[in-house]
């Protein structure tokens, strides 16, 4: 099993950066797949970054230019760096990891997930 547990979340204004750190637990994620998803109150569960094991990127186009994700795999760790904050990147951001390496930008291809961290952005 995998734990992992989202920090860096907050209030901050529009134009502001924040980032968010997910630290993993239980097991190693360097072969994982890793990726940050977004949920907005009364809306679905979507994909905002993803990253593969040999450090691939990719991106929402929301979001594409203004945030940036990494892994840094001797600490566990995956990173979103968000920049350029805006009022519609407001919501609870969670990591997930895939075990077996899809990864992408389908929630159902991550088997362990955070319980999220909530970003709030004023205008």
């Known amino acids: 099993q995998v734990q992992l547990v989202e920090s860096g979340g907050g209030l901050v204004q529009a134009g502001d950066s924040l980032r968010l750190s997910c630290a993993a637990s239980?097991?190693?994620?360097?072969?994982?797949?890793l990726g940050w998803f977004r949920q907005a109150p009364g809306k679905a569960r979507d994909f905002v970054a993803g990253?593969?094991?040999?450090?691939?990127?990719h991106y929402a186009e929301s979001v594409s230019g203004r945030f940036t994700i990494s892994r840094d795999n001797a600490k566990n760790t995956v990173f979103l760096q968000m920049n350029s904050l805006n009022p519609e990147d407001t919501a609870v951001y969670y990591c997930?990891?895939?075990?077996w390496g899809a990864g992408g930008v389908a929630s159902g291809n991550y088997e362990y997930w955070g319980q999220g961290t909530q970003v709030t952005v004023s205008s």
């Open positions: 997930a990891a895939s075990q």
């Open positions: 239980g097991r190693t994620i360097g072969t994982y797949a």
């Open positions: 990253i593969t094991w040999h450090s691939g990127t």
